[in-house]
């Protein structure tokens, strides 16, 4: 239930930026075309950032994994809302990256906990809660978005990031295998 949750949360901050993202670039004067590949770097950063994150795991264990993951995930999405000289890119990239890098970790952990034969279920009770709990994120961050602003539903995606960074201590496993 714990990895369940944590990793909802985590894909919950993903989903919710990527479903937003596009209408939140064009807003601030990007056209459709830039808009949807500067969303395609947050798509891309997956296919480094996916084997990355399980090298992580099985170096320092997947407590370490999710707790960096969300904290980079919340720190880049932070900044990526406020006006600075920093290309928005690179945070997107760093929040495209950090919550990507979850999937194989979160796969292997649900992997670990399961006994005998119900890795299946496990695996599938994990990724079913995270994926529950991620498909309310576009509306909430909609509605939200309609009341105050794509710009304050993104800060509020933080506080999904700070959760998951919290919970992500509580996890079962190993918290540093070796460096």
């Keep these: 239930l714990i990895l369940a949750f944590n990793f909802g949360l985590i894909y919950m901050t993903y989903i919710g930026f990527l479903t937003f993202l596009p209408t939140f670039l064009i807003e601030k004067g990007s056209s459709l075309s830039q808009a949807g590949v500067t969303t395609s770097f947050m798509l891309f950063v997956g296919f480094l950032a996916q084997p990355a ?83 309310f994120s576009p509306a909430l961050i909609g509605y939200i978005a309609d009341l105050l602003g794509l710009q304050v539903s993104f800060r509020l995606l933080v506080i999904l990031a700070v959760l998951s960074f919290g919970v992500s201590f509580f996890l079962p496993g190993r918290w540093i295998n070796s460096f």
Excluded: C, H, Q, W
């Excluded at 993951?69 to 006006?83: D, K, N, Y």
């Excluded at 890119?89 to 906990?113: D, K, N, Q, R």
């Design 53 to 135: 994150g399980g090298f992580i795991y099985d170096k320092l264990g997947g407590r370490f994994l999710f707790a960096a993951s969300s904290l980079l995930a919340g720190v880049g999405l932070f900044m990526f809302t406020f006006e600075n000289n920093i290309p928005p890119v690179l945070f997107i990239v760093i929040v495209g990256a950090a919550a990507t890098a979850t999937f194989p970790v979160a796969l292997a952990m649900g992997s670990e906990i399961a006994t005998g034969e119900t890795v299946g279920l496990s695996v599938g009770f994990v990724f079913g809660i995270s994926g529950v709990l991620s498909s």
